[in-house]
């Protein structure tokens, strides 16, 4: 029913988790995974940019959407889990408070957490340079954002409330999501403890796992090809 393009990034992550939690929850939709390898380039093929004109993943493909017309294709990955969640009523809330509550956290996340950390990630772990000026600049920005966050886990069980919801699968993948340039979580009790909840989740466990499944090279260090395509950075000669 649902083509899923995807590679196992923090914004592929996402959608793996909202259709592994809808089928935990029984609203379960039937997804085929296309890998779009973007270490080879697979982000800028013709037949994937007229589903994703932005040549970015995740996009998706739904064959037999509720209107009972044609496909419908959305890119974006904060647009994927609205249309997900709307269309099996599932995870974004019953009435109009609780959606504004998921949604602004929603672009939260898009606008804010998402951009900055990978900020921080490029220049702590892939930039060719070491400029000090911006490794600084984005892990305030990050901390900064983990700051916001924590303080508004607490006497939360998720961030909209008690309920598990689209805004916790959009924040969860970007939370300390590099590796190779660790944050520290220590002054962040309330992150850790949500975190935690959510790792332990069946729904998580099998999202993660498709990781490996789809990309047996996950975590490697990037060529030179790779780091072209995804950045631009030409191999010094």
């Known amino acids: 029913m649902i083509d899923l393009y995807y590679w196992p990034t923090p914004n592929g992550h996402k959608v793996t988790l909202l259709l592994e939690e809808l089928a935990e929850a029984g609203a379960k939709l039937e997804y085929a995974i296309r890998p779009v390898d973007i270490g080879k380039g697979d982000q800028f093929e013709a037949d994937f940019l007229a589903i994703s004109p932005n040549n970015k993943m995740p996009a998706i493909v739904d064959h037999a959407p509720v209107d009972g017309g044609a496909p419908i294709s959305v890119f974006e990955s904060g647009a994927i ?30 606008g804010g957490l998402g951009p900055m950390t990978g900020q921080y990630g490029h220049f702590h772990v892939y930039a060719p340079e070491d400029i000090a000026y911006a490794k600084t600049r984005y892990a305030n920005e990050a901390n900064r954002l983990l700051g916001v966050l924590d303080r508004r886990l607490s006497g939360r069980a998720f961030v909209a409330g008690d309920g598990y919801t689209i805004a916790d699968m959009a924040i969860y993948p970007w939370v300390n999501a590099y590796d190779k340039a660790p944050i520290d979580m220590a002054p962040y009790p309330e992150i850790r403890r949500w975190h935690a909840a959510i790792a332990v989740r069946p729904a998580t466990q ?28 030409e191999p010094k000669r």
């Open 81 to 110: 889990l609205l249309y997900l969640a709307n269309r099996t009523g599932r995870f974004f809330g019953d009435d109009v408070r609780r959606k504004v509550e998921v949604n602004q956290w929603l672009m939260w996340q898009m």
């Open 206 to 233: 099998r999202a993660y796992a498709l990781a490996k499944q789809v990309n047996p090279e996950a975590g490697k260090p990037m060529g030179d090809e790779e780091k072209r395509l995804l950045f631009g950075i």
